[in-house]
Nanobody, 125 residues
Framework: QVQLVESGGGLVQAGGSLRLSCAASGSIFDTYAMGWFRQAPGKEREFVAA????????VYADSMEGRFTISRDNAKNTMYLQMNSLKPEDTAVYYC??????????????????WGQGTQVTVSS
């Protein structure tokens, strides 16, 4: 089992940046493939980015590659999402998620077994 807690959300103007963090506890963090998803009001939750347990090997949603960067620090049991050039359409609740040990990154939310509670990101125009 792993427990996930997101932080770093907030209100930012369009064009600004935020860095989200996902702190993990309860298990061997560096064996888990991790991902970020988001859910905007009235929309389904969608994939943002994911990375392998070692940190190498990343996957991004097409609309976010180049603006968002996913990373992890296994020594701190923490994953990050650096978001630059934010747009109003990036407004959503952002969730971090973990797969079971030794799985590869995935775009499919059904592949993830553990979820955080989410952190709100609001981008004003």
């Amino acid at each position: 089992q792993v427990q996930l807690v997101e932080s770093g959300g907030g209100l930012v103007q369009a064009g600004g940046s935020l860095r989200l963090s996902c702190a993990a506890s309860g298990s061997i963090f560096d064996t888990y493939a991790m991902g970020w998803f988001r859910q905007a009001p009235g929309k389904e939750r969608e994939f943002v980015a994911a990375l392998r347990w070692g940190g190498r090997g990343t996957v991004y949603a097409d609309s976010m590659e180049g603006r968002f960067t996913i990373s992890r620090d296994n020594a701190k049991n923490t994953m990050y999402l650096q978001m630059n050039s934010l747009k109003p359409e990036d407004t959503a609740v952002y969730y971090c998620a973990a797969r079971k040990p030794w799985q590869v990154p995935s775009r499919r939310q059904d592949d993830y077994s553990f979820w955080g509670q989410g952190t709100q990101v609001t981008v004003s125009s």
